[in-house]
């Protein structure tokens, strides 16, 4: 893996190439879809004991601003809750890359005992026991309720959410500049290797990595990392990489949850990732840069969908 690692950063810094590229509005959707897609994304019922739902751990910028979150029964989880927003564009979901699709995300959760641990069935019963499900579900198919639709409703919600619009995405139009800090970021970003990981539309989102290529970060067994699925040691520690974009409103840091600050998390994977250890000016530039990646928040996600 860390050959790997090193050969990667020696192909970035040879091709000097920008390597991230602007985000774009979703402006075309299934009005009917979407309305109702957001509904069930938010309603409670389709948990086990009505007390949580998929925006239970996703309300912060999609994300979760604890560091483990909590679903049914009070349970926690064993890993922090990755942010929906722009997770269209990534190319696999969850730390671990086990789901190819946001559809396929969705079982995850669903079934999950400590999550919302609830059944195929149980989905269906809940929703054909509503009124207002089976009008919604009939207007926006031609069909009665079923897990496959209520999944493909999620999502169709969920592929509006992208957060277009960022100061960097408008520098990389030209629209505007960096100050000085933010350009003395980026240009440490690049130098230093973050964009080897950090890169594409979603600012990372598009590779499986360890994290502690240089320097080893602990290890917690159990953890839903590659490992769990693949049970090579060689994938310990191995993660998907995170979007960055809106990076500055998603704490805490980590798969772990276990840095608190936006410049710590800077400083920690600076320090395990590329074996340097920064400076607080750096750290500094670096987050200003970073900071430069919160766009907007998706219309569907604040307003009522019409």
């Not at 054909?128 to 031609?142: C, P, Q, R, T």
């Not at 080897?196 to 994290?211: A, D, E």
Request: aromatic share 10%.
């Amino acid at each position: 893996m860390k050959k790997i690692f090193i050969l990667q950063l020696s192909i970035f810094w040879l091709l000097n190439a920008e390597v991230i590229t602007p985000i774009q509005q979703i402006n075309e959707f299934d009005k009917t879809k979407v309305s109702l897609g957001k509904e069930l994304f938010f309603d409670k019922i389709f948990s086990k004991d009505n007390s949580t739902s998929c925006a239970s751990c996703h309300s912060d910028f999609g994300a979760d601003k604890q560091t483990l979150s909590i679903g049914v029964e009070g349970k926690e989880g064993n890993i922090q809750s990755l942010s929906v927003f722009n997770a269209v564009n990534n190319y696999k979901q969850f730390w671990n890359g086990r789901a190819a699709t946001l559809e396929e995300q969705i079982d995850g959760p669903v079934h999950n005992s400590a999550e919302m641990g609830v059944s195929e069935e149980g989905i269906e019963k809940k929703l054909n026991s509503s009124k207002n499900y089976i009008d919604k579900f009939h207007k926006a198919y031609g069909k009665k309720p079923s897990y496959k639709l209520f999944k493909d409703a999620i999502v169709e919600f969920e592929k509006t959410l992208v957060t277009p619009n960022s100061k960097f995405d408008q520098y990389l139009k030209d629209e505007t500049f960096l100050i000085p800090i933010e350009q003395k970021g980026f240009a440490l970003f690049k130098n230093y290797g973050c964009a080897v990981c950090h890169n594409g539309v979603n600012i990372g989102g598009n590779s499986m990595q360890l994290i502690g290529n240089v320097i080893e970060y602990p290890y917690v067994e159990g953890q839903p990392d590659l490992y769990n699925i693949t049970k090579d040691e060689d994938d310990k520690n191995v993660f998907r990489v995170p979007s960055l974009r809106n990076i500055s409103k998603t704490a805490p840091y980590f798969h772990d949850g276990s840095m608190l600050t936006l410049e710590t998390a800077v400083i920690r994977m600076a320090y395990h990732n590329l074996g340097m250890v920064l400076d607080s000016a750096e750290a500094k530039a670096i987050v200003a840069f970073l900071k430069t990646l919160d766009g907007d928040i998706p219309t569907t996600w604040s307003e009522d969908v019409k």
